[in-house]
């Protein structure tokens, strides 16, 4: 399962997705745009490493001391990894939280990083891309863009929760959005309450 991380604000959605894919004894081959980077220390005042192996002890870490699953992480500027290419076979990827300038390259076909290519070879290979937006308001040529992804056969999971589930802490909210953007990807492996009807 691939985890694309880029550089929009919401870096809990990404922790979330991860530590529940983790426990769930999944591999996970997880890129982070250089964007993230500067968001990690934005948001959380932490600086994520550079070194790849350095990477995965630290989303561990940050994902809740799990020791589960396997996670390999990968530089951004590595397009020569496993996950560029076509012919390495996956479940699917999420990026989570997907950046509106990641979604712009995305709809044009660019690949300038490795998380933009493994999107983009997601999309060749009519494989699973499950997309979770986290901006507001959406502009037109947001909105544009994401069509045209959804046109070419992504899924678009707005990190938008719900509140029939009664959530009662922000990892209620964000695990709810993590869990319906697996949904996606045929993954259950998030405890959430879903709707049963009245």
Request: proline share 5%; glycine share 6%; hydrophobic share 45%.
């Amino acid at each position: 399962m691939i985890v694309g991380v880029s550089g929009a604000s919401g870096l809990i959605y990404a922790l979330r997705a991860v530590r529940f894919l983790l426990l769930s004894d999944y591999t996970v081959e997880l890129v982070a745009s250089k964007s993230a980077y500067m968001v990690w220390q934005a948001e959380l005042n932490i600086r994520m490493p550079a070194d790849p192996s350095a990477q995965e002890e630290f989303w561990r870490q940050q994902a809740g001391d799990v020791t589960a699953g396997k996670l390999r992480c990968h530089s951004w500027q590595d397009v020569g990894a496993n996950i560029a290419s076509g012919s390495f076979r996956t479940l699917g990827m999420v990026v989570i939280p997907a950046s509106m300038s990641t979604v712009a390259k995305l709809a044009a076909g660019l690949s300038s990083d490795l998380l933009e290519r493994a999107a983009d070879v997601q999309l060749k290979e009519g494989r699973k891309l499950v997309i979770v937006p986290r901006e507001t308001p959406f502009s037109l040529i947001h909105l544009r863009n994401l069509t045209a992804l959804a046109e070419a056969g992504a899924r678009i999971v707005p990190a938008i929760p719900a509140w029939y589930h009664h959530p009662k802490t922000v990892e209620d909210l964000v695990d709810f959005v993590v869990a319906r953007a697996f949904d996606q990807l045929d993954i259950d492996c998030i405890p959430i309450r879903r709707w049963e009807g009245h």
